[in-house]
């Protein structure tokens, strides 16, 4: 069946996302100069894929047989990638070199995993997802293990990679179960049949497996024993890049999977594995928060709980937590990239000054770096009118609304603990006496990508209805 | 009534049996004279020269990764070179494409210096150990 030309004018922000890479790739080979110019060109590749993924927004079209979806959800997705991705970039132009391994191959592999992102945003078959799935996670492992003379990025590397391939076999095989029932991988038959579907056994298995592997990259409870070493453990503009990019890319898939169950506002029977999911996400990852003193790993496990509320709208199912959950990834994104882009510019060579004591007083030092680190702590604690409370406020809702209370009682409760370990930081930055000199570089590209995230959360968190409109448009349609 | 896995099934005990008869038959015929050097790992008469847990050359695991994404090429361009008239200059252009992108790996392979045995500069290995 030839394609039409209209199909490839549809998907140019893949063409030119893949078009870049390869140019990217030249640049990086044959110019001396070329990891200087390289975070330049990844920056105008994202505006240019934001910028078409805009004019996609209200226009959805199916793709390729039903191989990729282009426009409503998918388009949104594309531009959080962008946008995050030019975030990351801004923040890699200073931190790469103070962080002693410094190689243009950084930026070519963020590409590859973000074209990777786009294509799990928008799959439309579940060999697309494993396509997009492979092209994330194995630039990720390659970026984790980037400094190779480390002894920590090294073991973050390996389990991750090893946890990470694992988590693919449970995917793949769930895939192969499912393919067993339907005679088809299209998500398209699956989303129409879902509830026919759903009474065989072996397809709720084999829809699990898939689950349980997409848990593992959101870093949800009983499978993320990964997360604190290895967002420790890799660089922290990369920690960044998986633990918001990462994130999302693999919640674009569970709404692929579950498009059925938000549009029916009916919940399902997997509501529960959520609901349990969620639960021990949430209190884990604030509990165990509470004790740690390296701020990185603090922001692991911050991740860990901020997984769990998005669960809970997962267990609830309808159509609002669909918006809630879009709003919270964007929001968390803007949220953890500003915070991971302040640790990168304060920390030191060799990880030094990642731990709450280089925090003390610094305030005094750098007034606006710690103004910036205390409006995302409150944004992350949750607290009005930043992003981080709409986010949790609309996905509370969506649980009260099917029937949920307890779930969102428990979500209350975690973000009440999680405020300690949050305002810490702020207490050690405003009230503590300075502690022993640190050096720090000023470099104005982070600054700006800090800059950037600040106003990002702040106009979520005064405008929520703009951006909540637009989504609940795309889902009504 | 047989279903076509039972047939499968008979299939493999047959096969385990046999392999199983061939297995018995030869234990119960062959004279058995066992010596050092028979004993020894490949069993061919030869004093073992050294241990065989001996670290490879890394390089070794490069050139098979290079083989291998040029092997599997080649598994994609077959059903290509069959079909790819139908599909006019698109279809041409579509193989085309898949090959200058598999060029460009090649020559950054070039380049970095991989496709070389003998790679002139030698890192010194540089582990320092961190805190955690």
Redesign the interface.
């Known amino acids: 069946m030839?394609?039409t030309t209209n199909e490839y004018l549809l998907i140019l922000p893949f063409l030119v996302l893949s078009a870049g890479i390869?140019v990217s790739?030249?640049v990086e080979?044959?110019f001396r100069k070329g990891k200087e110019l390289l975070p330049y060109l990844s920056i105008a590749l994202f505006l240019i894929v934001a910028y078409l993924s805009v004019g996609q927004i209200y226009e959805k079209n199916v793709l390729f047989g039903g191989m990729l979806i282009t426009g409503g959800i998918p388009a949104i997705f594309n531009l959080l990638f962008a946008a995050a991705g030019v975030l990351v970039m801004l923040n890699s132009i200073g931190f790469l070199k103070k962080y002693g391994f410094y190689h243009g191959e950084f930026y070519l592999l963020t590409q590859l995993s973000v074209l990777g992102m786009m294509l799990m945003a928008g799959s439309g078959d579940l060999v697309t997802v494993f396509l997009g799935l492979e092209l994330m996670s194995i630039p990720f492992y390659v970026l984790v293990g980037m400094n190779r003379?480390?002894?920590?990025a090294n073991e973050a590397a390996m389990k991750y990679f090893l946890l990470g391939a694992f988590a693919t076999g449970f995917i793949v095989y769930g895939i192969a179960l499912i393919y067993g029932i339907m005679g088809n991988t299209s998500l398209i038959d699956l989303t129409e049949n879902f509830y026919i579907y759903s009474e065989n056994i072996i397809f709720i298995t084999g829809f699990i497996l898939i689950l349980i592997g997409f848990s593992f990259k959101i870093a949800a409870f009983p499978f993320h024993m990964w997360v604190p070493d290895v967002y420790?453990g890799a660089a922290t503009n990369v920690t960044g890049l998986m633990s918001t990019m990462g994130k999302s890319a693999a919640f674009s898939v569970i709404f692929i999977l579950l498009t059925a169950v938000f549009m029916n506002d009916a919940g399902s029977k997997l509501g529960n594995y959520f609901a349990v999911i969620a639960t021990l996400s949430m209190l884990y990852g604030s509990i165990v928060a509470l004790s740690q003193n390296?701020l990185k790993r603090m922001l692991a496990y911050s991740s860990i709980s901020h997984a769990g509320y998005m669960a809970i709208g997962l267990a609830a199912g309808n159509k609002a937590a669909l918006a809630g959950i879009m709003f919270y990834l964007a929001a968390y994104t803007f949220m953890n990239l500003g915070a991971f882009g302040i640790i990168s510019i304060i920390e030191g060579e060799?990880?030094k000054q990642t731990d709450l004591n280089s925090y003390a007083g610094l305030a005094k030092r750098f007034p606006f770096l710690a103004g910036m680190m205390a409006l995302i702590m409150f944004a992350l604690a949750g607290i009005p009118p930043m992003a981080g409370f709409f986010g949790k406020y609309y996905v509370f809702i969506s649980a009260i609304q099917s029937n949920m209370t307890w779930l969102a009682l428990v979500g209350i409760l975690s973000s009440v603990i999680s405020v300690y370990f949050y305002l810490r930081v702020v207490v050690y930055m405003y009230f503590k006496e300075p502690g022993e000199e640190i050096s720090v570089k000023s470099d104005y590209s982070a600054y700006a990508a800090v800059i950037f995230a600040g106003i990002l959360i702040l106009s979520l968190g005064l405008f929520p209805d703009t951006f909540l409109s637009v989504i609940e448009y795309i889902i009504s349609v | 009534m047989l279903t076509e896995f039972g047939k499968i099934l008979i299939f493999l005990l047959i096969a385990v049996i046999f392999v199983l008869i061939g297995f018995l038959t030869a234990r119960i015929i062959r004279p058995k004279r066992p010596t050092h050097e028979k004993l020894l790992t490949y069993e061919c008469g030869e004093e073992i020269q050294g241990s065989p847990w001996v670290k490879f050359n890394a390089r070794f695991y490069v050139v098979a990764l290079i083989f291998l994404i040029f092997d599997v090429e080649v598994v994609l361009l077959f059903p290509w070179a069959l079909v790819y008239k139908e599909f006019g200059i698109a279809g041409f252009l579509t193989g085309f494409l898949f090959l200058v992108i598999l060029g460009i790996g090649m020559i950054y392979e070039w380049r970095k210096g991989d496709l070389e045995w003998d790679r002139p500069v030698i890192q010194p290995p540089l582990v320092k150990k961190t805190e955690n």
Not at chain 1, 149 to 152: A, Q
Request: neutral net charge.
């Open positions: 030839p394609q390869i790739l030249c080979l044959f003379k480390k002894v920590s420790q390296n060799e990880d």
